[in-house]
């Protein structure tokens, strides 16, 4: 079955410093993999996804994410944290056309 | 386009009690999902349809959680004889096309938190 483990429930960084959020996954077939971001009080949003082709995939807001087969992980970065920055972010898998299976969430926190 | 729009916003209910949850999707939108989701985890899939055809149900998801989609646009999630276990955010989503087109994505509603007491 497939699935992903996000490393980390809580990370915290400071402004302008590397945002790292770690995602592995698992899964049979060539996986779909997604980030999404929930900001406080709103629904999830997508931030990026990997189908096929290039693996370094860019998103908004400044986020990125690589598809590495050999270490099955779909890590997300974005080089200098803003404040804005602060939510919680899901990676996630789509085993089929239909369903995405989340992660349980990574909360990230921006000391000024 | 309005967005997902999901009502009620909040449910208050007495264990035993059967609750009821819309989802109005974006209108062109062909797809519709259900999750849940408690609180420090993410959305956990409950079921999907394509147009009015329920083509996937959790196999987490007990007898007492029904859902349609009659015509093919709005659907409603019916949890019967509610549980504290059942409390959570009930999240649904649309989208227009599979996930793994290019440019597709799920557009979220804001969600119905539903509380058991």
């Known amino acids: 079955a497939q699935s992903v483990t996000q490393l980390g429930s809580h990370v915290s960084v400071s402004e302008g410093a590397l945002v790292l959020l770690r995602c592995n996954y698992s899964s049979s077939v060539p996986p779909y993999l997604f980030w999404y971001v929930q900001y406080p009080n709103q629904g999830l949003q997508l931030l990026l996804k990997y189908t096929t082709g290039a693996t370094l995939v860019k998103g908004i807001n400044g986020f990125e994410a690589e598809f590495k087969k050999s270490e099955t992980s779909f890590h997300l970065t974005k080089p200098s944290a803003h404040m804005s920055d602060a939510a919680e972010y899901f990676c996630a898998v789509t085993p089929s056309a239909s369903k995405i299976i989340f992660g349980s969430g990574t909360r990230l926190s921006i000391r000024p | 386009d309005t967005g997902v729009s999901q009502d009620p916003r909040h449910k208050i209910t007495k264990r035993g009690q059967n609750v009821t949850f819309r989802c109005d999707p974006i209108?062109?939108?062909?797809?519709l999902y259900w999750y849940r989701q408690t609180l420090g985890q993410g959305p956990e899939f409950l079921t999907y349809f394509q147009n009015e055809a329920q083509l996937e149900k959790s196999r987490l998801l007990s007898d007492r959680f029904s859902a349609e989609r009659p015509k093919g646009s709005f659907s409603t999630l019916e949890i019967q004889r509610t549980e504290q276990g059942d409390s959570a955010m009930y999240l649904c989503a649309s989208s227009l096309g599979y996930q793994g087109a290019t440019n597709e994505k799920l557009f979220f509603g804001s969600g119905t938190q539903l509380s058991v007491l």
């Open positions: 209108s062109e939108h062909n797809r």
